[in-house]
C-alpha cells in the first residue's frame, strides 16, 4: 500500500492474474506464518464460489515452509515470493499481482470466511463509505489473566471500537486505495489508514467478524504495546497525518470506570501497561528505530 525501497522482481509474473471477475482482491502478506496461515486461507478458500475471490499470498523472507503451504490450496491461490522480508513491500507485491476491487489487505494470522469479505465489500456499495474492517473476535484460550483485563479496557475504549486498526483486516474501494497510496510507510499502517478517512467514510461491519489471537502472557503483550506506542509517535512526529490521533485520553478511561465500577482493577492494569510501553517505546524514539518489529509469537503457537 506504500511505497518501498528497491526489491527482487516477485516469482510470480503479473500475466498469471485472473481477469478481474472476481469479487475481490485479497492481498496476505506472510512472513514464516506455515504454523497459522492455514486457518485463514481454508476459511477463505472453503467458502468462497470458484473464482470469487483473487486471493494472493506474499511470502516475504521466509524461512519455513509458508509458499509452499499456500501453494498446497491449488489454484484458488496465487503465491508471490520475494526474499525481502517486510509487510510494506509484501503489501506492494500483492497490489501489482491484483486488478480486482475492492482490495482486501488480510493479516495472516487472523482467520475469515468468504461470507465476511462478502459484508465488507457490500458495504463498500453504499454512498459515501470507501474503507471497512470487521468486527473483531478474540479467542482468549491459553491467554493469562492480564490479558484478559487489558483487552476487558482495551476493547471498551471509543477509538478502539469505531477505528479500522487493530482487526487483521481492511477493506479498501479503488477510490480509498489511491488516498492510502499517497501515505508514507510507517509501522502502523492500519493505524494511518483508518485516520486517512473521516468517520462517515469508513465503516466497521459489524455483522462480518475477524477471529483474532491476542498475546498470551504480558511480556508478549507490552511488546505488541510498545510496537504500537512507537507507530503512533511516528504517525504524529512525521505528521503522516496532521492532527489526526486515536490516542487514549484520561477522559475515555474515567468514563468507563464511572459506567462499570466493576472494572477499576482492570482499569488499574490497564494504565500500568500502558505507562510501561511508553517507556518501552521512548527508547526506540529516541535512537529513531522506527523499523524494528516486534512481533507476538506465542499468539502463533497451538
Not at 168 to 186: D, F
Not at 213 to 224: G, N, S, T, Y
Not at 279 to 285: E, H, K, P
Request: glycine share 8%.
Amino acid at each position: 500500500m506504500t511505497t518501498v525501497p528497491e526489491r527482487p522482481a516477485p516469482s510470480s509474473p503479473a500475466a498469471d492474474r485472473p481477469s478481474g471477475s472476481a469479487l475481490a482482491g485479497v492481498v496476505v502478506p506472510a512472513h514464516d506464518e506455515e504454523a497459522v496461515l492455514g486457518r485463514l486461507i481454508g476459511r477463505l478458500t472453503g467458502s468462497a464460489r470458484p473464482g470469487e475471490l483473487d486471493i494472493v499470498v506474499v511470502a516475504n523472507g521466509c524461512a519455513d515452509g509458508t509458499a509452499g503451504l499456500a501453494r498446497s490450496f491449488g489454484p484458488a491461490v496465487r503465491v508471490v515470493e520475494t526474499p525481502l522480508p517486510g509487510k510494506r513491500s509484501a503489501l506492494r507485491l500483492g497490489d501489482e499481482a491484483i486488478d480486482a476491487f475492492p482490495r482486501l489487505y488480510v493479516d495472516a494470522d487472523v482467520e475469515l470466511g468468504a461470507e465476511d469479505v462478502r459484508r465488507l465489500c457490500a458495504a463498500l456499495t453504499e454512498p459515501g463509505v470507501l474503507a471497512a474492517a470487521p468486527e473483531r473476535r478474540f479467542d482468549m484460550r491459553g491467554c493469562s489473566w492480564v490479558v484478559r483485563w487489558y483487552y476487558d479496557v482495551w476493547t471498551r475504549l471509543p477509538e478502539v471500537r469505531e477505528g479500522l486498526f487493530g482487526r487483521g483486516v481492511l477493506a479498501l474501494s479503488e477510490a480509498a486505495h489511491r488516498r492510502v497510496a499517497a501515505l508514507p510507510a510507517v509501522m502502523a499502517d492500519d493505524l494511518a489508514v483508518s485516520l486517512a478517512f473521516a468517520p462517515d467514510e469508513r465503516t466497521v461491519v459489524r455483522e462480518a467478524t475477524a477471529l483474532i489471537r491476542p498475546p498470551r502472557e504480558w511480556r508478549d503483550l507490552l511488546r505488541r504495546r510498545v510496537r504500537a506506542q512507537v507507530g503512533t509517535v511516528e504517525i504524529e512526529q512525521d505528521e503522516v497525518l496532521p492532527g489526526a490521533t486515536a490516542r487514549t485520553n484520561v477522559r475515555d478511561v474515567l468514563g468507563i470506570a464511572g459506567r462499570e465500577p466493576r472494572m477499576a482493577l482492570r482499569i488499574a492494569l490497564f494504565l500500568a501497561v500502558a505507562v510501561l510501553a511508553r517507556a518501552g517505546a521512548r527508547r526506540a524514539v529516541r535512537s529513531g528505530d522506527f523499523t524494528t518489529w516486534l512481533r507476538d509469537e506465542s499468539s502463533r503457537q497451538d
